[in-house]
């Protein structure tokens, strides 16, 4: 038998498949890695797919931090239809004609979704509402209402309009999308609401998840491709790809490692990659009082 090599500590970019659930992928990179230490920054609905950022190994460290990157989005909406889940996996909960809605009053809706917006989260969502999930508490029949939450639509475009007929014979409008987007923005929530602003119900149809900060799909693998050939982005890379770098000599290096906080030179964002000499990837830090505090050590 061949000794297996350990898996190098790094980010793995899957391209989600539909009917997954996030943990659902995060169990198949267990088999293939050879690992227990496998992670997901931030979650993607089994409906959509897409770019899911897994990390191996240390690079689970990196996910908290990572999670909070920008996301970009392709999705279809259909205006006609309300569903329980506000996607095409819920059940539809009210049909209204949309054969009236035009383009123009399209890009007056969407226009109020984007930008800084308040936003409730779908009820069925993994929200956690007075210590219990969203989901289970709609599951077990009860009312409640979810806060609204600030979030960043910095773009929200629609491509393409087209009439259908839905199921049930309701005269329905697909929109084909794209959206750029904080972290916590749901794109069902934005399908609902662009549907309530026009007076006729709406809910996302399909969705694939573009970029993830940096990470891109065409640096994306299929679970089929990673089962023939494991792809990890080395630490290092990924880091650098993803914060703004700060790089030490040996002397400042294992002063770091060793938990001196050190001076260091403002950047305009947190956090930062810290990299010793030959490119080796120490820590993650941010900058309190100039001085410089680890978050994550890696070296």
């Known amino acids: 038998m061949t000794q297996h090599t350990r898996t190098p500590d790094g980010l793995v970019i899957v391209d989600k498949p539909s009917g997954f659930t996030s943990h659902d992928v995060v169990a198949k990179m267990r088999g293939i890695a050879r690992t227990r ?5 931030g979650t993607l609905d089994p409906m959509a797919t897409g770019v899911l950022v ?6 689970t460290k990196l996910l908290g931090h990572l999670a909070l990157t920008e996301k970009e989005y392709l999705g279809t909406v259909r ?4 569903t329980v889940t506000d996607d095409a996996e819920g059940e539809i909960t009210s049909s209204t004609d949309a054969s009236r809605v035009t383009r123009e009053t399209v890009d007056t809706e969407v226009a109020k979704l984007t930008g800084d917006i308040m936003q409730v989260p779908s009820k069925v969502s993994a929200i956690k509402i007075d210590g219990k999930r969203s989901y289970a508490r709609v599951r077990g029949g009860e009312e409640f209402d979810i806060p609204a939450r600030p979030v960043t639509v910095s773009s929200f475009q629609v491509y393409d309009m087209r009439d259908a007929v839905a199921e049930d014979g309701t005269p329905v409008v697909d929109l084909v999308v794209s959206v750029v987007c904080s972290s ?9 609401d662009l549907g309530a602003g026009l007076g006729v119900g709406g809910h996302l149809t399909a969705l694939r998840r573009t970029r993830v900060g940096p990470y891109k799909l065409d640096a994306a693998r299929t679970l089929d491709q990673l089962q023939e050939d494991l792809t990890v982005m080395p630490i290092a890379d990924a880091a650098a790809a993803a914060f703004p770098r700060w790089d030490v000599d040996e002397r400042r290096a294992k002063l770091l490692l060793n938990g001196v906080r050190l001076d260091m030179p403002a950047h305009p964002t947190a956090p930062v990659a810290v990299f010793g000499p030959e490119g ?20």
């Open 37 to 41: 230490r496998v992670g997901h920054a």
């Open 54 to 59: 897994l990390g191996v190994e240390k690079a």
């Open 79 to 82: 205006l006609g239809q309300n």
């Open 184 to 192: 916590g923005t749901y794109i069902r929530a934005l399908a609902r």
């Open 280 to 299: 080796r990837f120490l820590a993650l830090v941010e900058e309190k009082n100039g001085k410089a505090k680890s978050l994550a050590v890696f070296g």
